[in-house]
């Protein structure tokens, strides 16, 4: 046992202690209270940190998830071919599913929703030899994309039904309406897809068979707002692709 000065143990000051507390319950309970508020700040500190840097996290994820219209837990894969493998429609869709199984068995968590692009590299887009409208034979840098079953995400304003292609010889795209407005695309117009750096070479020859717009912009289908995402691209079909 613990012994103090004078010999006297611990537990012999217990009865005088709780006497004291006897003989003054008021000033005992504010006594009791001012440790009890002291206790409680300390440690309420770091709770109260936590709080609001899992406010802030919070925000900054919400703003995110606005300014890029993702989900909060969305993951982007990308499947990069070359010129030596390259790669088309079936087999970029082939390697959606193995990265969605990689990913669901790394994560341990089910895929709700996937979004598909196939992208090509960026173009030259140019207006066709004896085209007057234009000064420049440099008209933007754009990208042909392609996107699995979006028949029903869009809705074509001006010119042919999204697939249906007019001339077989010709690659057929249809310009988002921001896009058409900008550049002053219209339907059946010609142009020619080339070498973003250069101007020799041939070019692909492509037609704006129409001009499109999504049906409802806010559908958590489209990663980005259309007008944004399709700001320098072509759409066209997986086939056509």
Do not use: C
Request: proline fraction near 8%; charged fraction near 20%; hydrophobic fraction near 50%.
């Amino acid at each position: 046992m613990k012994e103090w000065a004078g010999g006297a143990s611990l537990p012999g000051f217990l009865p005088l202690v709780w006497g004291r507390l006897r003989s003054r319950p008021l000033l005992s309970l504010l006594l009791i209270a001012a440790h009890a508020l002291t206790i409680g700040f300390a440690a309420s500190i770091p709770l109260f940190a936590a709080a609001i840097s899992q406010r802030a996290l919070q925000q900054e994820i919400d703003l995110r998830a606005h300014v890029k219209g993702w989900p909060i837990f969305s993951v982007r894969l990308s499947a990069q071919p070359t010129a030596e493998f390259p790669m088309d429609a079936q087999q970029a869709l082939l390697a959606r599913d193995w990265l969605r199984d990689e990913l669901r068995r790394a994560v341990g968590l089910p895929i709700i929703a996937a979004y598909v692009e196939l992208q090509s590299p960026m173009y030259r887009l140019a207006p066709v030899a004896g085209d007057d409208r234009f000064t420049s034979d440099y008209l933007a840098g754009v990208a042909v994309v392609a996107i699995p079953d979006v028949e029903s995400r869009l809705q074509v304003r001006e010119g042919a039904p999204f697939g249906q292609s007019q001339d077989p010889t010709q690659l057929a795209v249809w310009a988002e309406a921001s896009l058409a407005e900008r550049l002053a695309l219209r339907a059946g117009d010609l142009y020619e897809l080339g070498d973003l750096y250069s101007a020799f070479g041939q070019g692909i020859p492509v037609q704006i068979a129409g001009l499109w717009q999504a049906v409802d912009p806010h559908d958590p289908f489209w990663v980005r707002p259309p007008p944004e995402h399709f700001a320098n691209a072509l759409l066209t079909t997986p086939a056509q692709f």
